[in-house]
Every structure is written in structure tokens, then in C-alpha cells.
């Protein structure tokens, strides 16, 4: 061990690999500090948790995962086969707009929804109008509160992960492998089942993984339809009951089911190996379906772009027109929209130094170690937001504490929570969840940077510092870009982490919007949630430009 860090320290980059090292410190608190204090006990509310909390939870996760893994993978797939492989009215603007969805976070879909759905709402009152019914009493549609509501609400919402990475795969599979089904004796329709389905599994497995990973970390839509999942549980058990060690065990239940998606969206594609001719392949080209084929593709990719984005968006809209002409601009909501953008510009920041400080570390110092550190500053994506947040806060409680009594011994002053007072936890829960986007973003920018360039640099009489600020830096502003544009937008968007780590006197829009939704004023949410959405589209206009250029 020594001698490894006596290498480290006389190694190229050593100020890189030490940035590297206290990224994934950082990292790896949240997690540590969540053992140790599910370890601790629940203070006599364990055993009760055990009997009748977890269980139904564990329970409706389960379900809750498996239906929205289904409509995912349904939707997801066939969406992306059609816009690939076929010619039909509108496949152009549908390449796009099956993206949009990823704008509309999974609350605020059923934020909408639940007023739009309402019995005496207008889509209820139109089909009993249609049918010739008075009441509700005599015709109602089943409530959307429920499990398959939740299920097709989510499914319609989180999709476009599936659709993006299928989509990707498809279009990279070279033309002659599906000419050469053709010779076989592979039907047209048969291509898709036999092809090109088998070789995106891997694509469509990480797919799925993402969209499970968004569903396990939603707590705003679980809780609007009425499923108790673990989130739910965990965030009850900490907030109603004030059992923080409780609900630090119910999140370690619940990071089994993420180590459960990781490990079989891994056991899926465990012994596939692909070959790939090194000249360029020939794209596939679209077949024109006929006219009647043609309109049930239309129709069938209309649907969830209705559905996920359009209904929902047209609805917050109208809500957000009529509220700003009865009352014009809320204050508060100008307050809230600072707030938000000014945690998430400083947790995006940290976010992309940090993520930068470890991409570099890879670069200079290619090996095991500088791997180690990339992977474990990256575990945060895949823990939820209130398992990151009560990994958060227990480690800066306990430094909150310390600084509160030093300055009150040596000053004289009591300084109280000033991390967790300050928004400084729930910039720290921000990072650490979505250190991942710029660590591989940064990395798969580098990864285009021949090496000659950096042994150039050095032949010039530049350091490694010098390299990376003159080189590596200058030639990756794009991907620096987009990761900061993903980052600023989810921080804008996360909910759990938010709700549960924010000062007591800081709003923002997102808990606007839930804390009006959990009284049923929706209403005055609809400007909130509005603003939310139209910032998501900017990631979505991203993603539809760098898709217009992968055929390329």
C-alpha cells in the first residue's frame, strides 16, 4: 500500500489523482454514513417496520416496477423500430417529439392528470355528455388513483430512455446484416423479432435499468395515486414518525432493488459479443408502409407524445394562463424561481469541477486506481434521492454540530446548522446524485482527443495542467456543455432529495408545486410546474439534435 501511494505520488497528474481520490471520498460518505446509522437501530420502531411497513412496500415497488417495466420496453422499442425501419406520415416529426416526454417530470404528469381525470373535470364531463349522462353517480372512469394508473402514467412518462438507447442501436446496425436475414429467408415483418430486437437487448437492458431507477427514486407521483412504495415509506418514517434510522433501513431495502436492477441489466447482456465490420456500414433505410399501416404507426407514436407530454403540458398551459390573468404574477413564485436556479447553478458547478477532476485523473494516469476512483464517483446516480438524501444529511449534521461548538467555545457565537440551514446539504445531495452525468461526459469527450495531441504538448514543455488547459479543456466545451445542461435541469427537477434536506424557510418550485398538489389547490401550482417544464425541453431539444446527426 505504500508503495502504490509512493507511485500515486510521483506519478504524472498526481494533483488530478488526488482531486480524483476526494471526489470519491465525497461519493462514498453518503453511503457509509447510511450503513452506519441503519445500524444503529430504529429505537423500537424496527420490528414494527418490519412486520407491516416493508412488506406492502416492498410489495407495490415490486409490481409498481414490473408494470412500468413492461410498458417501457413495449413502447420504447416499437416507438423507435417504427421511426427507424419504416416511412410513414410524420416519422420525421415523431423522431423528435417522442422525446418530449423526458420534459414532463413523472409529479408533474400526475399533478395534471389528477385534475384533468377528476370526475367533475372536463374530460369526465365530455364522455358523460357524449353518453347522455347526467351525474357521476351514473358514469365515471375508474379512479386514477390506483396501481395501473400509476403504472401507465409512469410507463408513458419515463419510455423515451428506452426509446433513446433502442433507437441508437438500431441505427447503427448495419443494412446488410438484415439483407442477409432477407437471402435467409427472414419476412419483412419477421426482421424486427429475429435481427434487430436480439441485437439492441443490451441497448434496451440499460434502457429499462434507467427508467426502474427513475420510477424507484419518484416520490411526488407515487404519492398522488395512492402506492405506498419504499420511497414513500421511507419518506413517512422519517419526516411523520421522526425515525431517521428507520427509514435509513427501509433505504437500505431499497438500494437492493437497485443492486437487483444493476445485476440483471449486467446478467443481461453477460455473453453477448458483437462483431462489426472495420469499413463503414450502410444505414438501414425506411421502407414505406402502406397507407392503412402507415396511420396505425402515426397513431400508435402519437399516443405517448400525447399522453406523456402534450395533454399534460396544454393542461398546466391553460391552468397557468387563467391563474396569471386572476391574479397576475405570484411573488413567491418569483422567489422560488430564483431559489431554484441558484442551487442548481452552484450544484452544477461543483458538479462539473468535480467531474472534471476526475475525467482528468483517468487521462493522466490510465490504471487501476484512477478506474477505481471514475467508478465509485459515479455510484450516486444509481441511489436514489432520499436514500442520498439521509446519506447527506447524518455526516452534516454531525459536522454542523462540531463547528456550532467550536465557534461557541472559541468565539463565542453560536453558528446553529449552518450547512443544512444554508441549502449547502441539498447542494452536496445534488452533486453526489449527478456526478455521473459530467464524469462520463467529460470522459467520452476525452476519448475523442487523440494522444498525440497531449504528447505534443508535452514535447512543447507543458505539464499535465498545462495539457489539459490548453488541449483537453479547449476541445471539450461541447460535452462540458451538454453535461452541465443535463445536470441544471435534473437538480431543477429532483423532488425527494429536495423535499427532505431543504431549510425550513426555502421553497422551490418543485416543492411549490407538491405542497399545493398535497392540498389540492392545483390551481396555483400550474405556473410552477409550467416553468419546470419548459426548462426540461432544453435538454430535449439537445438530445433531438444529436439524434438528427447519428445516421451521420
Not at 402519437?302 to 399522453?307: F, I, K, Q, R, S
Not at 399534460?312 to 394562463?321: G, K
Not at 422560488?336 to 494516469?365: D, F, H, K, N, Y
Not at 488541449?471 to 445536470?487: F, I, N, Q, W, Y
Request: charged share 15%; glycine share 8%.
Amino acid at each position: 500500500m505504500a508503495l502504490r501511494l509512493r507511485r500515486v505520488a510521483g506519478a504524472p497528474g498526481r494533483i488530478w489523482i488526488v482531486g480524483a481520490a476526494l471526489t470519491a471520498l465525497l461519493v462514498a460518505i453518503p453511503a457509509l454514513a447510511l450503513v452506519r446509522e441503519a445500524a444503529r437501530g430504529s429505537a423500537g420502531l424496527w420490528p414494527h417496520l418490519l412486520a407491516h411497513v416493508i412488506p406492502d412496500a416492498a410489495l407495490q415497488t415490486a409490481i409498481l416496477l414490473t408494470g412500468v417495466g413492461v410498458m417501457v420496453t413495449v413502447l420504447g422499442c416499437v416507438t423507435a423500430w417504427l421511426v427507424t425501419a419504416h416511412e410513414f406520415p410524420g416519422r420525421r416529426i415523431f423522431e423528435w417529439a417522442l422525446l418530449l416526454p423526458l420534459a414532463t417530470p413523472t409529479y408533474i404528469v400526475a399533478y395534471a392528470y389528477l385534475d384533468l381525470l377528476h370526475p367533475l373535470g372536463a374530460v369526465q364531463g365530455s364522455i358523460r355528455w357524449l353518453l347522455g349522462y347526467a351525474s357521476p353517480r351514473d358514469f365515471r372512469l375508474p379512479d386514477i388513483r390506483s396501481m395501473t394508473g400509476c403504472i401507465i402514467l409512469l410507463g408513458f412518462v419515463l419510455y423515451p430512455y428506452v426509446y433513446l438507447t433502442s433507437r441508437a442501436m438500431f441505427l447503427t446496425q448495419a443494412a446488410n446484416l438484415v439483407e442477409a436475414s432477407r437471402t435467409l429467408g427472414t419476412r419483412r415483418g419477421q426482421v424486427f423479432w429475429r435481427v434487430a430486437l436480439p441485437l439492441a437487448r443490451p441497448a434496451i437492458a440499460v434502457g429499462v435499468s434507467l427508467a426502474l431507477m427513475e420510477t424507484l427514486n419518484d416520490i411526488g407521483a407515487s404519492e398522488f395515486l395512492g402506492v405506498n412504495t419504499l420511497t414513500i415509506s421511507i419518506y413517512t418514517t422519517w419526516v411523520t414518525r421522526s425515525d431517521l434510522a428507520g427509514a435509513a433501513q427501509i433505504a437500505l431495502v431499497m438500494l437492493a432493488f437497485v443492486l437487483v436492477l444493476v445485476m440483471a441489466e449486467r446478467h443481461a447482456r453477460r455473453r453477448q459479443r458483437y462483431w462489426t465490420s472495420p469499413q463503414r456500414a450502410r444505414s438501414l433505410a425506411p421502407g414505406r408502409l402502406g397507407t392503412g399501416a402507415g396511420l396505425a404507426a402515426a397513431a400508435f407514436c402519437a399516443l405517448p407524445v400525447v399522453v406523456g407530454f402534450l395533454a399534460p403540458a396544454s393542461y398546466l398551459a391553460a391552468e397557468a394562463w387563467k391563474r396569471f390573468r386572476f391574479a397576475g404574477l405570484s411573488a413567491n413564485i418569483l422567489t422560488e424561481a430564483v431559489t431554484t436556479v441558484a442551487l442548481a447553478a452552484v450544484a452544477t458547478l461543483t458538479t462539473l469541477a468535480l467531474g472534471l477532476a476526475v475525467a482528468s485523473a483517468a487521462r493522466a494516469a490510465p490504471g487501476r486506481l484512477t478506474a477505481l476512483l471514475q467508478r465509485l464517483s459515479t455510484i450516486g446516480y444509481a441511489m436514489p434521492g432520499t436514500v442520498v438524501a439521509i446519506g447527506v444529511l447524518v455526516p452534516l449534521a454531525a459536522l454542523d454540530r462540531w463547528i456550532d461548538q467550536s465557534a461557541q467555545t472559541w468565539l463565542g457565537v453560536a453558528t446553529g446548522l449552518a450547512l443544512i440551514g444554508s441549502g449547502a446539504a441539498l447542494c452536496y445531495a445534488y452533486t453526489v446524485r449527478f456526478l455521473a452525468i459530467p464524469t462520463g461526459s467529460v470522459d467520452a469527450g476525452f476519448s475523442r482527443i487523440p494522444r498525440s495531441l497531449d504528447h505534443a504538448a508535452r514535447s512543447l514543455g507543458e505539464n499535465v495542467t498545462g495539457v489539459f488547459r490548453r488541449v483537453h479543456l479547449p476541445l471539450s466545451t461541447s460535452a462540458l456543455a451538454s453535461a452541465g445542461l443535463l445536470v441544471f435541469v435534473d437538480c431543477m427537477k429532483e423532488l425527494p432529495a429536495t423535499l427532505l434536506l431543504r431549510p425550513l424557510n426555502m421553497e422551490t418550485l418543485a416543492t411549490h408545486l407538491y405542497g399545493e398538489a398535497a392540498r389540492g389547490s392545483y390551481e396555483d401550482a400550474a405556473l410552477a410546474a409550467l416553468l419546470i417544464v419548459l426548462v426540461g425541453m432544453a435538454p430535449v431539444i439537445v438530445l433531438a439534435r444529436i439524434g438528427r446527426r447519428q445516421p451521420e
